[in-house]
């Protein structure tokens, strides 16, 4: 049964940063995309970014350039560095796991594994 555990949300200022891990057990299968989710309060569950198995990387638009994700393999773990925070950054964080060989999916719908979340709180 795969697993998911996320670490290292918290409260920061406006134009702060955070970097936020996830650690994945299983290995039921060999290949894996690696995604961050975030959900705010009465919102949508949003794909952020994403690390297929061969390592390319999709980020929504609102946060590309300013996050950036990758992964340790051989650690099972995916990370998610946060830099110039902004308000609108602020919601519950998680992190995904999902059996496939070069793609991601969009829809948290298609993702086999779901951590707990971890809070993202961004203030003025």
């Known amino acids: 049964r795969e697993q998911v555990v996320e670490s290292g949300g918290g409260s920061v200022q406006v134009g702060g940063s955070l970097r936020l891990s996830c650690v994945r057990s299983?290995?039921?299968?060999?290949?894996?995309?690696m995604a961050w989710f975030r959900q705010a309060p009465g919102e949508e569950r949003e794909r952020v970014a994403s690390i297929d198995s061969a390592g390319t990387t999709t980020y929504a638009p609102s946060v590309k350039d300013r996050f950036t994700i990758s992964r340790d393999i051989a650690k099972n773990s995916a990370y998610l560095q946060m830099n110039s925070l902004k308000p609108d950054d602020t919601a519950m964080y998680y992190c995904?796991?999902?059996?496939?060989?070069?793609?991601?999916?969009?829809?948290?719908?298609?993702?086999?594994?779901w951590g707990r979340g971890t809070q993202v709180t961004v203030s003025s």
């Open positions: 995904a796991a999902e059996p496939a060989v070069n793609y991601c999916p969009q829809t948290p719908r298609d993702y086999i594994a």
């Open positions: 299983g290995d039921t299968f060999s290949y894996y995309c």
